[in-house]
DNA sequence: CTAATGACGTAGA
DNA sequence: ATCTACGCCATTA
């Protein structure tokens, strides 16, 4: 049976300056279409944790908005563009190249 | 016990 | 490309 530390082991495996999507995120721990379970994960980590959550945002490539429009979102945009990912105009990454695992190679 | 909710995703319009 | 509706299911009310 799956349970919090599955995500939570997948979620330490992204590299720095990568992210990943709460549905790959679940599909790798063997329970597709369970995404809404990986943003409650997250969202249950203690503050002084060593997974790095902030590299987990939805399949589009933006910061998911939290319910009560919790500071953790512009904190989550900081610590990506302080590891060298670039937001676009709509406050959207290129999930081409920064998604993790490699969808496609050839990013240089 | 039932009903609503939500750090989501996908299909169809 | 954007928007809506629906599926998903643990947690909460």
Known sequence: MASYEDFYNIVRSIPEGRVSSYGVIAR???????????????GALPHASDVP??????ARGEV??????????????LL?????????????L????AAWPDI???CD
């Open 28 to 42: 790798l721990a063997g329970l597709p279409g369970q995404a809404r379970q990986v943003g409650y994960a997250l």
């Open 80 to 92: 990506l563009e302080h590891e060298g990912l670039v937001f676009d105009e709509h406050g959207r």
């Open 94 to 97: 290129d999930m081409v190249c």
């Open 104 to 106: 496609q190679t050839r």
């Open 53 to 58: 959550w902030h590299r987990v945002v939805n």
């Open 64 to 77: 998911s908005a939290r319910k009560g429009g919790s500071a953790s979102e512009k904190i989550q945009r």
